[in-house]
């Protein structure tokens, strides 16, 4: 389950997890990097960053460039045999001992390689939130196994839109609810998942029929480590629920003893 200390922080809270970063840069990108760590800063503060692999191989280059920027700490891990990870073992060995000083809130494990799924569910055992950071391509053991996961195909998107926004790109669609990928590439948008979002709205609202924005993200999340508003679209969750006026009713009510405003959203099709 998503620990409640995860859950809406993206939406509202200003970020307090201790966060250990650990990135496996065989099953990596040098180019989201900037993307990777803004996202984590969202969730918390990276106080470790790692980053495992054979830094002497040409495969590496681009790591290299970046590493000093963002104060990222290589560790340098020969590849014993052809054919043999040695870059995996070093990883989880470092993340156990990091684990069992108790100083940290959960884990950043940026791969795409499910033989980690064992130590995401190690790390969730002893109550710690685990993110993933991974491409399309990653198995969804590895997924599923995390509290939250999330494409990196999305931070280069990210990373890249402040750039394409101040001119339009040469293909701009007049589609409110799916735009081009801003990335300025033809790649296809997943198809919305509309039965499965209100199934997990389904499961979120109170004896009203209203659902708080945050309990229905942390559903969501709970049902589907993965989703992600960005693959369809949307900057935020909130953003999605207001572009789909076809399928949620939305309302922003005062927040007791704060001029803040709370966004609840109800099922349409369940309106009187």
């Known amino acids: 389950m998503v620990t409640p200390r995860l859950v809406a922080k993206i939406e509202a809270e200003e970020p307090s997890l201790r966060l250990a970063v650990l990135i496996d840069a065989d099953n990596a990108q040098a180019a989201v990097i900037e993307g990777l760590l ?3 800063a969202r969730f918390g503060e990276a106080t470790v960053k790692r980053i495992y692999g054979d830094f002497t191989s ?8 970046v590493l000093q920027r963002h104060a990222i700490k290589p560790v340098q891990q020969f590849a014993y045999t052809t054919g043999k990870n040695a870059t995996d073992s070093t990883l989880i060995i470092d993340a156990m001992d990091l684990l069992y000083t108790r ?10 390689d499910s033989d980690f799924t064992g130590l995401a569910m190690r ?73 499965f979002v209100l199934a997990a709205l389904e499961q979120s609202i109170d004896d009203a029929g209203w659902a708080h924005l945050g309990t229905f993200g942390s559903y969501l999340n709970k049902l589907q480590p993965d989703f992600d508003p960005r693959l369809y679209g949307y900057k935020k969750l909130s953003d999605l629920v207001k572009a789909r006026p076809d399928l949620f009713v939305v309302e922003e009510r005062q927040a007791p003893g704060s001029n803040q405003k709370i966004l609840y959203l109800r099922d349409k099709s369940g309106q009187q």
């Open 38 to 40: 803004a996202e984590i």
């Open 58 to 65: 040409p495969t590496s280059a681009s790591w290299k460039k």
């Open 103 to 112: 100083k940290f809130d959960g884990f950043c494990l940026v791969t795409s």
């Open 123 to 195: 790390l969730r055992e002893e109550g710690l939130s685990v993110l993933g950071f991974g491409e399309k391509k990653t198995p969804e053991a590895f997924r599923n196994a995390c509290h939250k996961f999330v494409f990196t195909e999305v931070l280069r998107h990210d990373s890249s839109a402040g750039a394409a926004n101040p001119s339009p790109n040469k293909k701009t669609e007049a589609v409110q609810t799916l735009s081009s990928d801003v990335h300025g590439e033809s790649e296809q948008r997943p198809e919305f998942p509309r039965q």
